[in-house]
């Protein structure tokens, strides 16, 4: 009886021992985070919370599970890659929401009526929905559906992995964060043709001005393509735009047929196009 007394004993401390172990890790993460964005200059609060953590950044609340999550942060609030100065009320279609930052930066601004977000991969739609959870002030400017969009309806086949959802897509292996992550899985994603689904939102609000930001790994050629054929590109005052692997000029060959002003930034593989109709 007691060497069974001993083995769970000594089981027992194993156990306690790895979960001190985790919490240790754990805590260790959290100040490096916390270093990380004091060095950086960015006031805020972070805790752990579900697989990741909780940061308490102006007036608004965010949940990021990963450093993919932290890095999108920084690109959207910090950099302010998406910051557009209007002076009318404006609607805003997102396409390609990822975990819902994007979203929540448009829907903060009193000047946007209402954001229309279209994310493709279910398991980050559903982080969206967290994040909207967590900001109830903001929650009922905006609409989100989980689809896909392109210039035909489709079932497609993503590489997915919940430290990498904001570059799942299209692009699949051709992104530097798929390329060799053996550990991503395969996921379904029903797209959907994107004048369908945004013609209703233009029609509606057709008295509003409208933004239109595209970042969705590879799709924005097919997205582009559809628009400008279905004449609803030139219903956009406002384009932000990132595109992958393929270039620029076929998206701003469409842009100059539609009468759009515009200037952009390559980062390598990738860049951002911003668009001002004339």
Known sequence: MSYFLYRWAKLSLQKCRGIFSCRYRADKSLELKREKLKKNGIKCNLKRFKEGYLIDYEDMVFYLSSDEDF??????????????????????????????????????????LKVFSFEAV?????????????????KNKIE???????????????????????????????SPSY??????????????????????IILKYSQYKKVLKIDCEGGEYQIIENLSKSGLLEKIDTLIL?????????????????????????????????????
């Open 122 to 138: 279910k398991e980050t739609y559903e982080h969206s929905l967290v994040n909207f959870d967590l900001n109830p002030r903001l």
């Open 242 to 278: 990132e595109w992958h692997d393929n270039g620029k000029e076929e998206i701003t060959y469409q842009l100059s047929r539609m009468n759009f002003s515009f200037f952009y930034q390559n980062e390598g593989q990738t860049g951002l196009i911003y668009a001002i109709r004339n």
């Open 71 to 112: 890095f999108v942060f920084n690109e959207i609030f910090i950099r302010n890659i998406y910051g557009v100065e209007l002076n009318e009320k404006t609607i805003v279609i997102d396409i390609g929401s990822n975990i819902g930052l994007s979203t929540l930066f448009f829907a903060r601004n009193d000047q946007f």
């Open 144 to 174: 989100v559906t989980n689809i896909g969009l392109s210039n035909k309806k489709y079932v497609e086949t993503f590489l997915y992995h919940e430290k990498n959802k904001a570059t799942a897509g299209i692009r699949g292996k051709k």
């Open 179 to 200: 390329k060799y992550n053996s550990q991503a899985q395969t996921v379904e994603v029903h797209m959907n043709i994107a004048s369908v689904l945004i013609e209703p």
